[in-house]
């Protein structure tokens, strides 16, 4: 198959997914975030940032962000002022706050209790909303869509994308 053809394989595939699963709508699986806003949940989710050492005025008004965003920005390939501007929302609404580090290190931005319920609320819209959508596939289609799923990460990450 020509490069040119799975391109435009793929562009369709893309477009069908999405819209399936509503990722181009204003918020993600009905919740208040947005699709970037729910990746960045999940990132902080996953593990607290190192912020850097900084003073109190820095604190209050969430200049000590910069290392994170920087950093996260890198990994999620957004721009980092856009990332910022998630990261004080977060911190406005009490999603995240800095603290110090158990190790002694410096302080992190971590999920809050209300940031860990809010991705757990998310996780299990996403769990909802995809099972819904394979629910009618018999167990012989679903083993063939998991095989697939594997097959195209398998070709995409030794082809280095």
């Known amino acids: 198959m020509p490069h040119e053809a799975l ?3 793929i562009r369709r595939f893309n477009r069908f997914y999405t819209g399936l699963v509503g990722l181009l709508d204003e918020t993600l699986m009905q919740s208040p ?22 003073g109190l005025l820095a604190r209050m008004f969430h200049l000590d962000l910069a290392p994170v965003a920087s ?35 410096p ?17 299990a819209a996403t769990d909802r909303d995809l099972a819904r959508l394979t629910v009618k596939l018999e167990d012989e ?18 082809a280095g994308m």
């Open 7 to 9: 391109v435009h394989e």
């Open 33 to 54: 975030y947005t699709l970037v806003e729910a990746r960045v949940l999940f990132e902080l989710g996953r593990k607290p940032r190192p912020c850097g050492r900084a």
């Open 71 to 105: 950093e996260l920005a890198g990994e999620l390939n957004l721009a980092p002022a856009y990332l910022m501007r998630v990261l004080r929302k977060f911190a406005a609404t009490g999603l995240v706050e800095m603290r110090d580090d158990p190790e002694n290190g």
């Open 107 to 123: 302080p992190v931005l971590a999920l809050t209790r209300r940031g860990k319920a809010a991705l757990v609320d998310l996780e």
């Open 141 to 158: 289609q679903a083993a063939e869509l998991s095989d697939a799923l594997k097959r195209v990460a398998r070709l995409l990450a030794a």
